[in-house]
């Protein structure tokens, strides 16, 4: 005890010498903004170097609050390019002097990698690993460090860290935090492969592969900073309610801020966020969606663009020049139209190949007869309006909404886009039933959003992403995977979900094919099935579902065998709900009550009528959260009540993917209020 002690005070010491020097770096950090600026070469040196410095200090700045370190690594003398050197591990890495050795080495240095691989069996080099305890909500007081435990793993010991254990049973209050200190091999992996490497991760509930994205997303940006910085990573959720859950994952961290409004550097967002060309003001029943998510619309609205480009009718064309006038015959017009339709390149760029290509053959007669013509003569000429006519009526340019306020109006021009592909039933459920006098004052849907997407990709090649970590993936319709897969043409995917999760109409049953519209067909599939946060009691209870889904997706297991599952079977479900949230309130943790969405509302008036604060979903930190099961995905609460799982299987076709997510939410202990007989 007198040795622990001993190491406790030491190392509380040297918890304030970096805290101390992380002080400084803040401070340092500030200064160099004024005197980089200062000593610039050029008013746009100074421009760069200032921006650069003004991010680095905003960032050393904005780091929460919280213990500096969570790890130690002792080398033995004999390991390889670390021989007898000894590194704290934390979320960034600290200094006395930039050219001083680091006081601690930030989690994604490569030396780090030993802390999370590292075993008994296979020590890499290190004599002793390290594992600090600190106080719950620690702000980063030295005091604050309660407990350290050794692992000698030269000399072969192996042990179960309780520090690991309680860390992750921690009670869960407000927005998600990030797993850095409890990292499994398994999830290192993961976090640690390969920038051009796509990789999906099927993972079952409780695993942690939200948490595994968002570190391969901090990892990344500090491996790969100056490629990132240009190209960007985008972390892609599916709901704002989620996006605030995990915000504060990232700045942990050390990755504070991100700079994509200014061309790199990281952002989250949704899908529809990003895809948004106008506010979504239309619904869609549910056949037409689904029809408009269809991976066959790719080809529909491929068809219905191109058909504008044509050649018949197509005339002479004849350019003046002063007293002349150069001339294009109607086939080479036709022919050159062809050419390019063949070349397949994107519309807006085919226009200009077109263009191009007739100013050429123009400027070819043109300089035969009077010498070579400078650039301004050829600027002229595109803009000639007989070139411009010929140009709008072999190759018209194409707006998505005019295109796609066409096709939903008109039966003809959708027949032939649609002949061969879609059925006269699925033709029908497209039509507006009273199209718009204009696409100016159309409403548009969210699947109306994802088309039009798709159309202005034909068009024009959008800007696309270094890398995309992409969340609930197991949901994302085929077109909306097309939308993602445009975006990622040049870049990599983290592709995360869980099949058995999936509750939309148009759900992934089969990773392979998911892959296949996201573009990244040879993405390795790798199954994360051991959960650490879900207990064993809930996880099994979820497992009773997995016979009544139609995906194939090994069962899940837990570590946890702390949890408590109670079945509540009542006839009076809402006094039975709050009896189990005011019974709930007696321990430490957050708590959801999880309710089909049709019933929420009595739910929240019941527990308003019996005096027990409670908020939505979109309030973080609030100790007792009400949640419609269709928002509760990604989520997780220490207890949950889930008040009649029958409602919620029969609210909807997948119901019963709903309420395998509704029953995995529980990090702790799980109510289940029924007066209904319990559907697993």
Request: glycine residues 8%; charged residues 25%.
């Amino acid at each position: 005890m007198t040795d622990t002690a001993d190491a406790l005070r030491v190392e509380r010491a040297y918890h304030d010498t970096c805290r101390a020097a992380l002080a400084a770096m803040v401070e340092g950090a500030d200064a160099q903004v004024v005197t980089g600026e200062d000593v610039s070469a050029s008013g746009a040196d100074a421009e760069v170097l200032g921006r650069r410095l003004r991010s680095q200090a905003k960032a050393l700045g904005a780091l929460p609050p919280g213990p500096l370190y969570f790890g130690r690594l002792d080398f033995a003398d004999h390991a390889p390019g670390h021989g007898g050197q000894r590194y704290h591990l934390g979320r960034v890495r600290i200094t006395e002097d930039p050219a001083a050795p680091p006081l601690v080495i930030d989690w994604r240095a490569p030396v780090s990698r030993a802390f999370y691989q590292a075993s008994a069996g296979d020590p890499q080099g290190v004599e002793v690993r390290r594992r600090f305890g600190w106080a719950p909500g620690s702000r980063g007081e030295s005091a604050d460090l309660t407990g350290l435990e050794d692992e000698h793993l030269g000399r072969g010991e192996a042990r179960a860290s309780d520090i690991v254990a309680r860390e992750i049973e921690r009670p869960r209050v407000g927005p998600m935090r990030d797993i850095v200190a409890t990292i499994q091999p398994e999830q290192d992996d993961l976090v640690r492969a390969d920038l051009a490497e796509s990789v999906c991760v099927q993972g079952a509930p409780g695993t942690g592969k939200t948490a595994v994205g968002l570190h391969r997303a901090a990892y990344l940006l500090y491996t790969h900073p100056k490629r990132l910085q240009r190209s960007g990573l985008l972390v892609l959720g599916p709901s704002r309610t989620f996006l605030g859950y995990i915000a504060e994952v990232l700045p942990a961290l050390g990755e504070t801020a991100g700079h994509l409004a200014t061309g790199g550097g990281h952002r989250q967002s949704t899908l529809q966020e990003e895809i948004a060309r106008h506010p979504v003001t239309g619904t869609d029943p549910a056949a037409t969606a689904t029809v408009k998510h269809d991976p066959r619309m790719a080809e529909v609205l491929r068809r219905a663009l191109y058909a504008r480009v044509t050649t018949e009718g197509v005339a002479d064309l004849a350019v003046p020049d002063g007293s002349y006038r150069w001339r294009v015959a109607a086939g080479e017009l036709a022919g050159i139209v062809e050419e390019v339709r063949a070349e397949q390149p994107p519309y807006a760029l085919g226009r200009d190949r077109v263009l191009t290509r007739v100013v050429r053959r123009l400027r070819d007669q043109a300089e035969r007869r009077a010498g070579a013509r400078p650039a301004s003569w050829a600027r002229r000429i595109e803009r000639a309006r007989p070139l411009t006519a010929h140009l709008d009526s072999v190759w018209p340019k194409a707006r998505p909404e005019e295109l796609l306020a066409e096709l939903l109006s008109d039966r003809a021009v959708l027949a032939r886009a649609a002949d061969g592909l879609l059925g006269l039933d699925e033709q029908s459920a497209l039509l507006w039933p009273y199209p718009p006098r204009s696409y100016r004052s159309a409403r548009w849907s969210a699947a109306d959003l994802v088309l039009l997407d798709e159309i202005a990709g034909l068009v024009e090649r959008p800007e696309g992403y270094g890398h995309i970590i992409v969340d609930e993936a197991q949901d994302l319709s085929p077109m909306e995977c097309r939308a993602i897969a445009r975006r990622a043409a040049f870049g990599s995917l983290t592709v995360l979900g869980d099949l058995a999760q999936g509750t939309t109409p148009w759900a992934a049953r089969d990773w392979s094919v998911q892959l296949r519209h996201l573009g990244k067909p040879d993405a390795a599939v790798v199954p994360l099935t051991t959960g650490f946060r879900v207990p064993v009691a809930v996880v099994e209870l979820a497992n009773r579902l997995l016979a009544r889904l139609d995906v194939a997706v090994p069962a899940a297991e837990s570590m946890r065998t702390d949890g408590e599952l109670t079945l509540r079977p009542t006839d009076d479900v809402l006094g039975t709900t709050v009896a189990a949230v005011r019974g709930a309130l007696t321990r430490d943790g957050s708590i959801g009550v999880v309710v089909a969405d049709a019933d929420a509302a009595g739910v929240r008036a019941a527990l308003t009528g019996a005096g027990v604060d409670h908020a939505g979903p979109d309030v973080l930190g609030a100790r007792v959260t009400v949640v419609p099961a269709s928002l509760v995905k990604g989520l997780e609460y220490d207890h949950v009540v889930a008040v009649e799982p029958a409602a919620v299987l029969t609210a909807e076709e997948r119901g019963a993917h709903r309420l395998y997510v509704v029953l995995t939410r529980a990090v702790s202990r799980l109510d289940v209020v029924h007066a209904l007989p319990l559907p697993f």
